[in-house]
């Protein structure tokens, strides 16, 4: 009978062990604010499903640049493991929209890009175990380079006093951590530098 309820009492360990690790995410909410003035949210999410992590995204801002500009910002990434497999960055205003698509072949990655003022048609022939993305739910303390899935192009990734400087395209970014986690990262754009700020 001891024997019966210490085996059952192993599948139960068994059982919830693997449970936890079907669609366990994390779920983080910034505010986006320029000049200090709040023009939308972002919520990042994080959802592991086995040995796949999925990454988002996703974000709705509205500010005036010679005009109201409303702006839909989605990025999906895909990690099987540690590397980056599948990355996809849609980006929707009222002046045009954006795109961007990254895909690992088995020996390299496709990349097609078309962002502000900049479009990318071309391959990179190794993987990469840190993206944009990522950034919001793990400090790059061990990490030197990371892929920007806006743009399609690797960069490395600085520390600098208390916080960790990327340049991706021309617009250097930095990201601040408090115990391990993202506070807020300082962000350059062409058309307008922003502000991403951890929500209490």
């Known amino acids: 009978m001891f024997s019966m309820y210490k085996n059952l009492g192993i599948l139960t360990l068994v059982f919830f062990?693997?449970?936890?690790?079907?669609?366990?995410?994390?779920?983080?909410?910034?505010?986006?604010?320029?000049?200090g003035i709040?023009?939308?949210?972002?919520?990042?999410?994080?959802?592991?499903?086995?040995?796949?992590?999925?990454?988002?995204l996703?974000?709705?801002?509205?500010?005036?640049?010679?005009?109201?500009?409303?702006?839909?910002?989605?990025?999906?990434?895909?990690?099987?493991g540690r590397q980056l497999i599948n990355a996809k960055m849609t980006s929707k205003t009222n002046r045009g929209d954006f795109e961007s698509n990254i895909r690992w072949t088995g020996d390299q990655y496709k990349i097609q890009?078309?962002?502000?003022?900049?479009?990318?048609?071309?391959?990179?022939?190794?993987?990469f175990y840190y993206s944009a993305a990522v950034f919001y739910f793990e400090e790059p303390s061990q990490a030197?380079?990371?892929?920007?899935?806006?743009?399609?192009?690797?960069?490395?990734?600085?520390?600098?006093?208390?916080?960790?400087?990327v340049n991706v395209n021309g617009n250097k970014n930095r990201f601040y951590y408090v115990n391990g986690e993202?506070?807020?990262?300082?962000?350059?754009?062409?058309i307008k530098n922003y502000v991403i700020k951890r929500k209490q």
């Open 17 to 35: 062990l693997i449970m936890s690790n079907v669609g366990a995410q994390d779920v983080i909410k910034y505010d986006v604010s320029i000049a």
């Open 38 to 56: 709040s023009i939308g949210e972002m919520v990042a999410k994080k959802e592991r499903n086995g040995s796949q992590t999925q990454y988002e």
């Open 58 to 80: 996703k974000s709705q801002v509205s500010f005036w640049f010679f005009g109201k500009i409303n702006l839909d910002y989605l990025t999906h990434a895909v990690y099987q």
């Open 113 to 127: 890009s078309s962002n502000y003022k900049h479009e990318l048609d071309t391959a990179i022939q190794r993987p």
């Open 144 to 165: 030197q380079e990371f892929m920007a899935e806006a743009y399609g192009l690797p960069s490395p990734i600085k520390k600098v006093k208390d916080y960790y400087e």
């Open 182 to 190: 993202l506070d807020k990262a300082v962000m350059e754009f062409p």
